[in-house]
């Protein structure tokens, strides 16, 4: 089953229903959105359940479906099965590269998992933010925590005073959403993906067969500037969407909308034996760049970097330059 970003599915812990009573329904509207930019390929699974049920259930919908440039993933609106008062696990894995339906906390290589817990409130919709972070990659938690946005394991249990909020329901230290690296949510949950595809999303890069500007160990380019990593301090967030990148301390949330991590721009700034690879959320030193949707980056090399059968090109989304097949 797919999620619709047209229309909200409806399900009642597995099941529909129907409201019947004059009196206001009680229901949860989940919200999920992300900071990871999409690429194709990507999913991202619902799965709605009584505590402790979750982690080995079948996910109750998922959304293949792009997301725009505010990161909103789409919604589901979730109601009680029996008791209006019940409590209620949430889990959404966004799978990078691999089927979300596979990860797992034994097996979270390349998964995004989110959880939360809380109860309905009989007669009333509770909003329920969910954020996926580009932090959290391979971070899987135990089944009552979940990953917040410095890639940390908090408990996954809602404050139930924070739902009263503006923002919605949260977990204690989760950040606003205009202070977490998310746009604002414009208050629809009927938008479509079509509606927020960005304009001019392929740019043209140096030609491949130039070098780059040589190493600088230590040192990132961050679009306008560059950023220092050689004391662990800082790190580079660089937006594609808006063409900026900022440094800023390690540890800290980037600031503006859809965020990469940069923590290198070359194999200079890994360790002896590792290379600097291009995931959906990161730059990162690995032991190889064989993953799906894992590219090594020639950004200051050039085409030294590539192998024979690949071409060092710039990226769709558009400043950094990655091996790619010709």
């Not at 440039?69 to 099965?81: A, F, H």
């Not at 990469?260 to 721009?265: F, P």
């Not at 190889?288 to 090399?301: F, I, L, Y």
Request: with cysteine; aromatic share 2%.
């Amino acid at each position: 089953m797919s999620l619709g970003r047209a229309s909200p599915l409806v399900v009642g812990a597995l099941v529909v229903a129907l409201a019947v009573s004059c009196r206001s329904p009680t229901q949860i509207v989940i919200d999920a959105r992300t900071n990871v930019v999409f690429r194709d390929g990507m999913a991202v699974t619902f799965t709605v359940g009584r505590p402790g049920e979750t982690e080995a259930a079948r996910p109750s919908t998922e959304t293949r479906r792009p997301w725009g440039p505010d990161g909103s993933v789409g919604s589901l609106v979730v109601v009680p099965r029996n008791a209006n008062d019940a409590p209620l696990a949430v889990k959404l894995v966004l799978g990078i590269g691999r089927d979300p339906r596979d990860c797992s906390v034994a097996n979270p290589e390349r998964c995004i998992i989110a959880r939360r817990r809380l109860r309905y409130a009989p007669h009333d919709r509770l909003d329920l933010p969910v954020t996926l972070y580009a932090a959290c990659e391979g971070v899987p938690c135990t089944e009552d925590s979940t990953c917040n946005h410095l890639g940390q394991c908090v408990d996954a249990s809602v404050d139930p005073a924070s739902c009263d909020g503006p923002t919605g329901c949260s977990v204690p230290g989760d950040p606003p959403l205009t202070d977490g690296g998310l746009a604002a949510p414009d208050g629809s949950i009927d938008a479509t993906a079509e509606d927020a595809t960005p304009d001019g999303a392929s740019v043209d890069a140096a030609d491949a067969s130039e070098g780059g500007t040589g190493p600088t160990p230590g040192r990132v380019d961050c679009v306008s500037t560059s950023c220092d990593l050689s004391g662990g301090g800082t790190k580079c967030c660089y937006y594609p969407l808006e063409a900026r990148g900022e440094c800023i301390p390690v540890g800290s949330p980037c600031t503006g909308g859809l965020a990469r991590h940069v923590l290198c721009d070359d194999n200079a700034d890994c360790q002896a034996g590792s290379t600097c690879c291009a995931t959906a959320s990161a730059f990162a030193c690995n032991s190889d760049c064989s993953g799906p949707q894992t590219a090594k980056v020639c950004h200051v090399a050039g085409q030294a970097a590539c192998s024979a059968s690949e071409t060092c090109k710039g990226e769709p989304t558009g400043h950094y330059r990655t091996c790619s097949p010709p």
